[in-house]
C-alpha cells in the first residue's frame, strides 16, 4: 500500500474534485437501504466519500492504511479517521452501515472472505455494506498496485460462512469521462445469526 503514501497528494487531486452527482445513481441505491446512523468507509481514500455522508447526516468514521491519507483527511476536517487496515480493525456491532467502495479490490481474493467477516462483525444486525470491485477475472498487479477483478459469480463464492447476503448487484461505467472501467457492485445485508 505505499503507492497511496508516496502518491496521497495526485490521487486526492484525482477523486475528491470528482462531482458527487457523478457518484448519485449509486450512492442513490447505497440510500434506498441505509438513510442515516454510523457509517464507516473503508478505505476512505480522498475522504470524497465520507464529506458526501457527512453532509446526508451520517456519523462517519473512516479507515485507511495510508498514513499520508489519514494525515490529509484530519487537515480537511475529517476527525474520525483511522491508519489501521480492515483486516486489523476490531469493531463489534458498531455500524449501521460500510461504505467499501474500490478499495478492498486490493485485497488478495485469498483473503477476501476473512475481509468480509471482518466487516460482518463490524455491522449491527441487518447493516447494509456496498462494496466495488472492477469487473473481470484478473488478479495481479496494475501499476503499482494489486487488483483482485470480480464478476457476480466469484463475489458470491466470497460469502461462504458469512451472514452477508446480496441485497442488490449491478454493473455501472467508471465516473471518470476517461476511463472504461466496468464496476461491479454489490449490496450486501447482514442477517441476524441468532
Known sequence: MNY???????????????????????YNVFLQYVSTGKLLDVGFGSGRDMFYFKNKGFDVYGIDTSKKLCEEAKLKGL?????ISVKNMNFENE????????????IESKNLNETLK????????NGIMYCSFKYGDF?????????????E???SDLLKNTNL???Q?????????????IWLNVILKKQDGN
Open 153 to 155: 459469480t466469484s463475489f
Open 79 to 83: 476527525k474520525k479517521v483511522y491508519n
Open 139 to 151: 488478479e495481479g498487479y496494475r501499476e503499482d498496485r494489486y487488483y483482485t477483478d470480480l464478476t
Open 118 to 125: 471482518k466487516c460482518e462483525i463490524a455491522l449491527k444486525n
Open 4 to 26: 497511496y503514501d508516496e502518491h496521497a497528494k495526485e490521487f486526492i487531486q484525482n477523486t475528491i474534485n470528482m462531482k458527487w452527482n457523478s457518484l448519485e445513481d449509486i
Open 95 to 106: 455500524f449501521d452501515c460500510i461504505w467499501a467502495c474500490a478499495s478492498l479490490l486490493h
Open 169 to 181: 448487484i449491478f454493473l455501472s461505467n467508471d465516473v471518470r469521462i476517461d476511463n472504461r472501467t
Open 165 to 167: 447476503t446480496v441485497e
